[in-house]
T-cell receptor, first 114, second 114 residues
């Protein structure tokens, strides 16, 4: 069964607008971590933000914030004030407390337009 | 330079040939991982290693072999390449697997099997 679901294959946003990328997850482990990575067209994987299952507050890193709704098992990435350089694939991933590796979603392609 | 490197960056081979993808990290991270990225699948774990001489299978290990004789190196071998192994391969490392320990990714190797 898919542990990470990203339902938006592609998204468009205008420059300077905010955009939300959806991510839902499935786990029965009470301890887990959620990660977002950015993959620009050059191909590298860039870590953006992390949210732990026991964290009381939503994570923020500059223009990135994570809308963590534990009861709904969602961890949406919010990018504020979009820039042209934000155009990329975005992957949500989860590491369960009992595991070593990351389970990735299929990704969302974001295109920022002028 | 410090970081995680992969070689070669691009490789074309033929069905049935043996291919080895190299991964080297300079952080002395205990954990190392191999993922493959295919369109529509996100990243899927092939193998991981918790320390030198300790390796274990991931989600898609068939047709691959790994070794880890030194902490800093984690080569991935395709013993007899098949067309279905055409993919982009990412190596990653992390200091730990709990909490905030993010995985750092190499630049990837694009492998084409003809």
């Amino acid at each position: 069964a898919q542990k990470i679901t990203q339902t938006q294959p592609g998204m468009f946003v205008q420059e300077k607008e905010a955009v939300t990328l959806d991510c839902t997850y499935d786990t029965s482990d009470p301890s887990y971590g959620l990660f977002w990575y950015k993959q620009p067209s050059s191909g590298e994987m860039i870590f953006l933000i992390y949210q732990g299952s026991y964290d009381q507050q939503n994570a923020t890193e500059g223009r990135y914030s994570l809308n963590f709704q534990k009861a709904r098992k969602s961890a949406n990435l919010v990018i504020s004030a979009s820039q042209l350089g934000d155009s990329a694939m975005y992957f949500c991933a989860m590491r369960e407390g009992s595991g070593y590796a990351l389970n990735f979603g299929k990704g969302t392609s974001l295109l920022v337009t002028p | 330079d410090a970081g995680i490197t992969q070689s070669p960056r691009y490789k074309i081979t033929e069905t049935g040939r043996q291919v080895t993808l190299m991964c080297h990290q300079t952080w002395s991270h205990s954990y190392m991982f191999w993922y493959r990225q295919d369109l529509g699948h996100g990243l899927r774990l092939i193998y991981y290693s918790a320390a030198a001489d300790i390796t274990d299978k991931g989600e898609v290990p068939d047709g691959y072999v790994v070794s880890r004789s030194k902490t800093e190196n984690f080569p991935l071998t395709l013993e007899s390449a098949t067309r279905s192994q055409t993919s982009v391969y990412f190596c990653a490392s992390s200091e730990g697997t709990s909490g905030y320990n993010e995985q750092f990714f190499g630049p990837g190797t694009r492998l084409t099997v003809l």
